[in-house]
């Protein structure tokens, strides 16, 4: 039960980023940047009794995939600026996600 009051309460969240997005997506692009899920997940790990230091090595976790993320946000804006299409500018903005997360393993690892 609790696991679906977990999956109602994110989808909430998100179906109103993404309805806010639709009238104003400057808005929503500011209020998705905001680190929602990322709050929502530990306070989800607290109430479910996760101690400090593993809510801390999430919360590290967090911060370390921030910059892998910003590059696949970035190419994912400047591919769709240039006309390419959504799908492959996904497809190329992840591509970048995962090459800046094995370049952060190799540096930071």
Do not use: N, Y
């Amino acid at each position: 039960m609790f696991t679906i009051v977990k999956i109602l309460v994110s989808a909430l969240v998100i179906g109103i980023i993404t309805e806010v997005a639709r009238r104003s997506p400057s808005v929503g692009g500011v209020i998705a940047a905001l680190p929602l899920i990322s709050l929502l997940s530990l306070f989800w790990l607290s109430f479910q009794g996760k101690s400090a230091e593993e809510i801390s090595q999430f919360a590290t976790g967090v911060l370390w995939g921030f910059p892998a993320t910003a590059v696949l946000i970035l190419i994912v804006a400047l591919l769709l600026r240039s006309a390419f299409p959504l799908s492959l500018a996904l497809l190329l903005g992840v591509g970048g996600w995962f090459l800046c997360l094995k370049v952060q393993g190799s540096v930071f690892g």
